[in-house]
């Protein structure tokens, strides 16, 4: 069966000083570097949040205050602070992330007028972002899941990873949660275990 290492977001801005720090961010560095040295993964694929300056799901950009909700397009949007904007420090892998062993990119979060946690489609579920074309075009029936944050693009991706049809395991120690309310994480391991997704270490 081959198996990809699907590595969520480990950029600037999701990181330790970032505008959207996760508890923790950097610990789970170390982890997912380790896999990557001690295992065998047919594919190795990095998502990127990627977004234009003028976002819909930044607060900024509506008047709004972070933490506020909206209904976007059709369905609720978490307000964030203004994060991963294409081009910035803040968008860019973090540094400590090996990346010798990467075989592919995924950037989401493009189209302003609608966010996109998973790595595979925008929370509309209107537009792919070629992972699963990828995955499915080098015969990978088996996906690793680490990376930032859990209970957000993490849990997307997992959960249409399982959609897909993919074996779906998540590694516990290769992600934090971002916890805006503090039992969004544990919400969201009880969620992805319903769905299907084996959840190591």
């Not at 789970?28 to 190795?44: A, G, S």
């Not at 990127?48 to 609720?76: M, T, Y």
């Not at 996906?143 to 590694?171: P, Q, R, S, W």
Request: aromatic residues 10%; charged residues 20%; glycine residues 8%.
């Amino acid at each position: 069966m081959k198996k990809a290492l699907i590595i969520v977001d480990v950029q600037n801005d999701f990181c330790e000083g970032g505008a959207l720090a996760v508890p923790g961010a950097n610990e789970i560095i170390p982890y997912i570097n380790l896999l990557m040295e001690e295992n065998e993964y047919d594919q190795i694929v990095l998502t990127q949040d990627w977004h234009p300056a003028n976002h819909k799901s930044f607060a900024s950009n509506n008047g709004r205050k972070v933490g506020e909700s909206i209904i976007l397009n059709g369905i609720p949007q978490f307000m964030w602070p203004d994060h991963c904007v294409q081009g910035t420090f803040g968008a860019e892998f973090h540094k400590d992330l090996n990346r010798d062993k990467v075989t592919h990119i995924v950037q989401k979060g493009k189209n302003t007028e609608i966010d996109s946690y998973s790595g595979f489609q925008d929370n509309n579920h209107f537009m792919k972002t070629g992972l699963d074309d990828f995955l499915k075009y080098h015969e990978i029936q088996l996906l690793e899941i680490v990376g930032l944050a859990m209970d957000y693009c993490v849990k997307f991706t997992c959960l249409d990873a399982v959609a897909n049809g993919y074996v779906t395991c998540l590694h516990f120690n290769g992600t934090k949660a971002v916890n805006v309310k503090p039992e969004n994480g544990r919400d969201a391991i009880y969620e992805m275990i319903q769905k299907g997704v084996t959840v190591l270490g």
